[in-house]
């Protein structure tokens, strides 16, 4: 049985127009997250708990983006509406696990923050590579387990109705309303679930940049305040965009019966593109000692010119 993604209810027109800015968030973070990864891993200076953190969260962008957006092309580009449905169900698999795992990876980097700002004497001692590799295990299990039914619950549901999704992609609620019996038992799951995982990171990251607030305003030095408010700041904004598009979302599908369908999906793509696009600029390049590192590879390769 094949499904026909339709794309952006409405804005069918300008598919092909809404496909470049997609396409170049796309590219940059293909780009940035791959070049994360390759410097942490040929710096040894580099081998501490944030980068160990912001690997993990590049390797999650990496394939929350790649499971979406070259698919998401083909159909704006080349009018490619056909997807299998084990293929629809294994993209969904992707992009719920790993949404919740980015969520997990957001909230282990606030907690590494907090450590390094809050108790920096003992920073190395309590995130030792045992604990950080740990961490990162519990987060991808908890994506993978909570979000394995998704597929499975689908996979038993006769489909008699249309086969159009109106969405860009496999999400769950819009493959769930073809099914022709009462689903409202899976769609209450879905739900609960995300909205469980996704309030439970938020309130602790809240929680976790509230203490780092609280001891950055009580530095003596008033340069480092605002350098620590600088970075703090830019890391707390990449968070409320993936928290405020995927809440959005969630809550649209539960309460927001009258909001349009176009602006609903559009917004649904953003916190699948915008966060791996906006990772590597906030966490890459304004870090100093992976912009460093970047710089003196490039010097070196051009010197070999």
Sequence with gaps: MT???????????LHAWIGIPFCSMYVVALVGNVTILAVVRAERSLHQPMFLFLCMLSITDLVLSTSTLPRMLCLFWLGAHDIAFDACLTQMFFIHSFTAMESGFFLAMAIDRYVAICDPLHHNTILTPSRIIIMGIIVVIRGVTFFTPHPILLKQLPYCRTRIIAHTYCEFMA?????????????????????????????????????????????PSREASFKALGTCGSHVCVILVFYSTAGFSIFTHRFGKNVPAHIHIFIAN???????????????????????????ALRVKVSCF
């Design 3 to 13: 499904f026909l993604l339709l794309g952006i209810p409405g804005l069918e027109h």
């Design 175 to 219: 493959v769930v309303k073809l099914a022709c019996m009462d689903t409202g038992a899976t769609k209450s799951y879905s739900l609960s679930m995300a909205s469980i995982i996704g309030s439970c990171d938020a309130i602790l990251i809240t929680v976790s940049y509230a203490f780092i607030l609280r001891s950055v305003f009580r530095l």
């Design 270 to 296: 953003m916190y699948l593109l915008v966060p791996p696009f906006l990772n590597p600029i906030v966490y890459g390049v304004r870090t100093k000692k992976i912009r460093e590192n970047v710089f003196r």
